[in-house]
């Protein structure tokens, strides 16, 4: 997941603690702009991102594409044809094996368990099923939603069974990671980006209470797990009670911007389509957000939610991702159904129109995100896991 922005977030946690970090990414993507200390391998699978200049490149089975492909166009033809003629550039497993064979690593952590977790499990049958200390992390829809699904069952179960460590974001998926066999050691439960440098985010926040902020921010996620479009019709029901507040929905997907159009066309609201933004400006917005609102059928611990009460936002989220492991339902946030406009919209309209509400919300919040969210204190907390991962396998024997 070179492209995602936890990732960059996670792996940035072991920045200056003098880990050699390696990252194969586990499909074709962009490399995210934020990570840094790292090598990347297998780079004629990087799309872009290959100038950064805090990232070391290395191509280990087409020495002269080290930084990937050098023009703007034609790497897909590339990588079909080799894909066609070498074992290596076919089967992306095998080169992981191989890498694999000639680091070998103290640790392989894949983060997340039906892509690159699967794709470990399918390296180690090149291995003689021998690996170093394997940990897996759980990512969002991952176990939760994933494992209801054919592709998404085979693949967690080829994994659960087979890994040493497993974390995850909620107490929910410890209880799944067990049920789906695993059996080594769960190593903490965390957010999949790790914590927040609060100081830092709160300059963000606009001044004064919650209850004087007058926008609502929406996450705008559709596809096969958000349901932006059930939050468009909880507004439109609600449309009466927010003629005095901007509505700003923000990650939007096509068809979210045009419905976002729509609604506002039809309720007079001013609701705007927020561009694909820097995690800064996404703090920002909810900083300046009265109600921030995410709907999915499946997630973990949603970054959304979880950014929404670091910036002083009463959330109203989903019961599909451990927000109860997070919020007192109808105190700090209000829980709702995914699919049902209607209790969204009665959500909506009681958060606009209790003022104490959304105080003691961000109160409570507040509390809870320096007790669990801050950087300072979950980030010694990852690096000593990996310390003690890496200190077992060396006191094993197996280890450098």
């Not at 390296?123 to 690996?131: P, V």
């Not at 997907?253 to 800064?280: D, F, Q």
């Not at 919209?345 to 509400?357: E, G, Q, Y």
């Amino acid at each position: 997941m070179a492209e995602n922005i936890h990732t960059a977030r996670w792996i940035n946690q072991l920045s200056g603690t003098g880990w050699d970090v390696h990252l194969f990414p586990a499909k074709t993507a962009d490399l995210h702009p934020d990570l840094k200390n790292l090598t990347v391998h297998d780079t004629l699978y990087i799309n872009s991102g290959r100038s950064n200049p805090n990232v070391n490149f290395l191509n280990d089975f087409v020495p002269f594409f080290q930084s990937g492909w050098p023009l703007s166009k034609g790497a897909g033809l590339v990588r079909r044809a080799l894909s066609g003629s070498l074992r290596a550039w076919s089967e992306r497993a095998w080169r992981l094996a191989q890498l694999i064979r000639r680091l070998q690593p103290d640790i392989i952590h894949s983060l997340e368990i039906t892509t690159p977790g699967y794709l470990v499990a399918q390296a180690k049958t090149y291995l003689d099923h021998q690996l170093p200390p394997w940990l897996v992390s759980n990512w969002g829809s991952d176990i939760y939603l994933f494992s209801r699904l054919s592709w998404g069952l085979e693949r967690i179960k080829a994994v659960m069974p087979a890994c040493d460590y497993y974390i995850c974001e909620c107490q929910r998926d410890v209880e799944l990671g067990r049920a789906f066999g695993f059996k080594g050691e769960i190593l903490g439960v965390w957010p999949g980006a790790g914590g927040f440098d609060i100081q830092s985010a709160h300059q963000f926040r606009q001044p004064g209470p919650t209850s004087s902020r007058r926008l609502i921010a929406l996450k705008g996620y559709q596809g096969y797990a958000g349901r932006a479009l059930v939050g468009l019709r909880a507004i439109e029901l609600c449309a009466d009670s927010l003629r005095d507040y901007h509505i700003a929905v923000y990650s939007a997907e096509w068809e979210v911007g045009m419905a976002a159009e729509l609604v506002a066309h039809s309720t007079g609201l001013a609701i705007k389509v927020i561009p694909s933004s820097a995690h800064e400006e996404i703090l920002r917005l909810h900083g300046r957000a009265r109600i921030s609102i995410g709907l999915s059928i499946g997630d973990a611990a949603s970054t959304s939610l979880l950014e929404a009460m670091l910036m002083g936002s009463f959330p109203i989220q989903s019961n599909t991702s451990c927000a109860d492991e997070w919020l007192q339902d109808g105190e700090s946030g209000l829980i709702v159904p995914p699919n049902d406009p209607e209790p969204v919209a009665a959500a909506i309209r009681r958060a606009v129109t209790d003022d104490a509400l959304v105080k003691l919300g961000a109160e409570i919040n507040d509390r809870v995100v320096k007790e669990r969210l801050d950087s300072s204190v979950i980030r010694p907390q990852v690096i000593a896991m990996y310390e003690k991962v890496a200190a077992a396998h060396i006191s094993s024997g197996k280890g450098r």
